[in-house]
């Protein structure tokens, strides 16, 4: 069956850094989107980024350009977020999630509906 399971949460200082991972198994990873998505405290849920299933290309939400970065590792069947710069709002349940399909429109990556499977989420706190 698909698991996807992620690890590397923590707790950074404003500015600081933190690496997440995600461990697929049970499909063939290379043939798929990935996306992670997260939800902060008392809010609804969130797609952060998208990368194709090639690893081609990739896509962001406004709020975090220019300070995470999404790759894969096809042949180690593992999806990545580097999360620089991190800032207080940044603190939020980190999900990754497949999409369903493997090139996604631009305008639909973020669509969180066309994600069949997800992890359990990883915390991800930003204090001083």
């Known amino acids: 069956q698909v698991q996807l399971v992620e690890s590397g949460g923590g707790v950074a200082q404003p500015g600081g850094s933190l690496g997440l991972s995600c461990a697929a198994s049970?499909?063939?990873?290379?043939?798929?989107?990935m996306s992670w998505a997260r939800q902060a405290p008392g809010k609804g849920l969130e797609w952060v980024s998208g990368?194709?299933?090639?690893?081609?290309?990739?896509y962001y939400v406004d709020s975090v350009k220019g300070r995470f970065t999404i790759s894969r590792d096809n042949a180690k069947n593992t999806l990545y977020l580097q999360m620089n710069s991190l800032k207080p709002e940044d603190t939020a349940l980190y999900y990754c999630?497949?999409?369903?399909?493997?090139?996604?429109?631009?305008?639909?990556?973020?669509?969180?509906?066309?994600?069949?499977?997800w992890g359990q989420g990883t915390q991800v706190t930003v204090s001083s």
């Open positions: 049970g499909f063939t990873f290379s043939s798929y989107a």
């Open positions: 990368i194709y299933s090639d690893g081609s290309d990739t």
């Open positions: 999630a497949k999409d369903r399909r493997s090139y996604p429109h631009r305008a639909t990556m973020s669509d969180l509906r066309l994600n069949d499977y």
